[in-house]
């Protein structure tokens, strides 16, 4: 029984490395490069001797499929009002994933990247909230960038708002930029990571395979002003509406709504090489100081006032009445 049982492990071994064999001979035909709307044509860096070889294997590599995943997540003593926000956001996009809150310091871009490498997820959006007031929002794409910087404001959240619209979760939106994000470069840049991160992959498991709803991205005031809206359409048989006719069609407001103000756009994850820099940008506790310098100034003229009454008064002094005591009784 021994022998047998030896021969047979022989021949399994022989056989194993008999495929190996096998497949180190066989060369695997190289991969063209992957972009975000598909496979790169493999002839357009290949030289003029390898072109037809080149072309064959871009013509039989397999379709691009976009597997996007936005991991979304806050800093620590976050307001309640921005972890709304926040909560709204994950609502809205089926293909992201929320994590436990990051503590917000300088080594927060390590942590981050090593989160979002192990949940699988290939972009970032970071809600950090200093000193319970001003809330900043990190888009990044991870691991190797680019990042960009923004300050929110003007938030409004769908529990706030209590708007008429509404629209099935999980369904893919329609995304709407206004024509001024083409003047700029980093007008254009912007719109390529709202795109990323905001578009939701075709047949992702999470998602519905139709659009109801459009997110709306315009820029105001160097700003930029988010808007959801419910593509509504009349469903009677009298008012059935044709295909492309947009006539009957009309959009309602579902929220959240907020605005961006871009700070920095960085060359990596989290940091790296600063890109583009706000110069409009004022922060929030340079405006407080001057609210502050503002109603500071105000005591101050009322003291001054007061001590100038007190000066007047001394320099003018008024000259005894010498009829005060005629009719005073004794």
């Not at 940008?281 to 310098?293: C, D, F, G, T, W």
Request: aromatic share 8%; glycine share 6%; with cysteine.
């Amino acid at each position: 029984m021994g022998k047998g049982k030896g021969k047979k492990r022989k021949q399994e071994e022989a056989a194993l490395q008999a495929k190996k064999a096998k497949k180190a001979d066989s060369s695997a035909p190289i991969r063209p490069a992957r972009t975000l709307t598909g496979w790169k044509d493999a002839d357009a860096n290949a030289s003029d001797d390898h072109g037809i070889e080149a072309e064959a294997q871009g013509h039989n590599s397999p379709s691009f499929r976009n597997k996007e995943k936005v991991l979304v997540t806050c800093s620590r003593r976050i307001n309640f009002r921005y972890r709304h926000l926040m909560l709204n956001v994950v609502s809205l996009l089926p293909h992201s994933k929320k994590d436990s809150k990051v503590e917000s310091k300088e080594t927060k871009g390590a942590t981050l990247n090593e989160l979002i490498d192990l949940r699988n997820c290939s972009s970032c959006l970071f809600f950090e909230c200093r000193k319970a007031k001003d809330l900043y929002l990190w888009m990044v794409k991870s691991p190797s960038g680019p990042s960009i910087k923004f300050l929110v404001n003007a938030v409004h959240t769908m529990e706030e708002l209590k708007l008429t619209g509404n629209h099935l979760k999980g369904s893919r939106p329609v995304l709407s930029f206004s024509t001024n994000f083409d003047d700029s470069p980093h007008w254009k840049l912007v719109k390529e990571m709202l795109t990323q991160i905001f578009g939701t992959p075709k047949e992702h498991r999470k998602s519905k395979p139709f659009h109801d709803h459009v997110f709306v991205f315009s820029i105001v005031d160097d700003h930029v002003w988010f808007r959801n809206y419910q593509i509504s359409v009349p469903h009677n048989e009298m008012d059935k509406v044709d295909k492309g006719g947009l006539d009957k069609m009309t959009l309602i407001e579902v929220g959240p709504r907020f605005c961006l103000n871009p700070i920095k756009i960085f060359g990596g994850s989290f940091g790296g090489p600063t890109l583009y820099e706000n110069p409009f940008y004022v922060s929030p506790n340079q405006i407080r100081a001057l609210e502050k310098k503002k109603k500071a100034s105000k005591y101050v003229t009322k003291v001054k006032a007061k001590t100038r009454r007190k000066i007047h008064e001394m320099e003018n002094a008024l000259v005894p009445d010498e009829f005060a005591d005629l009719w005073k009784e004794d």
